[in-house]
């Protein structure tokens, strides 16, 4: 499948989207490099930029038949400090088999191997296979995760979808969500030298804090704890010299699990809020999931609000069954596990129900580090892995 000039290819594409800077918003360059690579290297058939910036290639197939998704998000968490890495971050420099620079394992590599396996695999069957093979380059996947990839669901409507995130070859079948949720105390000002005049949100806030930490969390035999964890701590006025706060916001994180909703998640947070305020008439309490608003590089705003479902399949299954057949085929010891973070199965899987799974090359705990890395041995692995999963999938 890998022939010498194809693992090369494969290896150039890898570093050309790296060579991109990415951040959040600002993926313009790194998606016309997709796209130009999918149309001019790899023989895509045609290629699509949403509105939200999204990169959407297609292979048809020589009959109608189904239709299969490969998701990478192409935006990159930023890199701070230059000066802290010992390679540069976006030279997709080549030292002792691996490839370095931001976004290798997190995902452009990925992304690479998905857009090398579908153009190989089409190539080899001389397009002879029933339906369509779609591989996009997703945008704004760290700040929103499964957001803009409703937009790619509700245009190609496909009926599998593969998460290409990191797995270290192992296939994944289910992930917690998350839930930003947002309390806030509304106080009441008054000078710090009399602030018996006052209702300070702060202090307010340090005892629903309190009272918040002691909930149970729900639990999952698979996926775990939802676990709820406090993340940042706002007052205002900010800096409250001399002034008694009057407003106080928290967030917290929540992973979600199977089967919980917006409303099931909010629900102990809001009956504790309420039973808090009847203790105390001075407390004004709400809560919220934190809304998201963000500028895409093609000018429109991608906005939602931060929940995002969680999603498990069966090992029996007959899509997972379908992809694990392929993976051993293509010589690919694969464990059947879940991811132990958020991604854009989310989209697919939590909300709009299409059968997902997950499989990539590297490490999980790679992304987003200081010398970031993916292995060229993994990142082949990886090209195969997802050209074994069409194999399976199209019976060939």
Not at 64 to 80: A, C, E, M, N, R
Request: hydrophobic share 35%.
């Amino acid at each position: 499948m890998l022939s010498q000039t194809r693992e090369e290819k494969l290896i150039e594409l890898c570093q050309e989207l790296i060579r991109n800077p990415s951040v959040s918003g600002k993926e313009e360059k790194v998606a016309e490099a997709t796209k130009k690579a999918m149309l001019e290297e790899f023989g895509f058939d045609d290629v699509q930029i949403d509105k939200y910036g999204n990169v959407i290639g297609r292979i048809k197939g020589n009959k109608p038949g189904k239709s299969i998704l490969f998701d990478g998000h192409i935006d990159t968490v930023p890199v701070t400090d230059e000066s802290v890495w010992n390679y540069d971050p976006f030279g997709g420099d080549i030292i002792e088999g691996k490839i370095y620079g931001r976004g290798t394992s997190d995902m452009k590599g990925q992304t690479s191997a998905m857009i090398a396996a579908a153009s190989y695999f089409a190539e080899d069957v001389n397009k002879d296979f029933a339906g369509e093979i779609y591989v996009a380059g997703v945008v704004h996947e760290e700040l929103f995760e499964g957001i803009a990839a409703r937009e790619i669901s509700k245009n190609i409507k496909p009926d599998y979808v593969v998460i290409g995130e990191s797995s270290e070859l192992n296939l994944k079948i289910g992930q917690r969500g998350r839930g930003e949720i947002v309390v806030e105390i509304f106080g009441k000002p008054a000078h710090s030298a009399n602030p018996e005049k006052g209702i300070n949100s702060v202090v307010k806030m340090a005892k629903v804090i309190e009272r918040i930490e002691q909930l149970v969390p729900t639990e999952h035999p698979e996926l775990g704890k939802g676990i709820l964890c406090l993340t940042d701590i706002k007052s205002e006025p900010y800096p409250g010299a001399s002034v008694v706060p009057e407003y106080c916001r928290v967030t917290f994180d929540r992973r979600v699990l199977v089967g919980e909703t917006k409303e099931s998640v909010l629900a102990p947070i809001k009956e504790l809020l309420e039973e808090m305020m009847a203790e105390d008439p001075e407390l004004k309490a709400k809560v919220s999931y934190a809304i998201g608003r963000e500028t895409c590089y093609t000018g429109n705003i991608i906005e939602g609000e931060r929940f995002f479902p969680g999603w498990l399949y069966s090992e029996d299954d007959d899509f997972v069954q379908t992809a694990y057949r392929g993976l051993k085929e293509a010589g690919i010891d694969s464990k059947i596990t879940q991811y132990s973070f958020c991604t854009n199965g989310s989209h697919y899987a939590g909300e709009a129900g299409i059968q997902t799974i997950g499989f990539g090359p590297s490490k999980e705990n790679l992304a987003h580090t200081i010398d970031e890395y993916i292995e060229i041995e993994q990142l082949c692995l990886g090209a195969k892995g997802y050209y074994g999963i069409l194999k399976s999938v199209y019976n060939k």
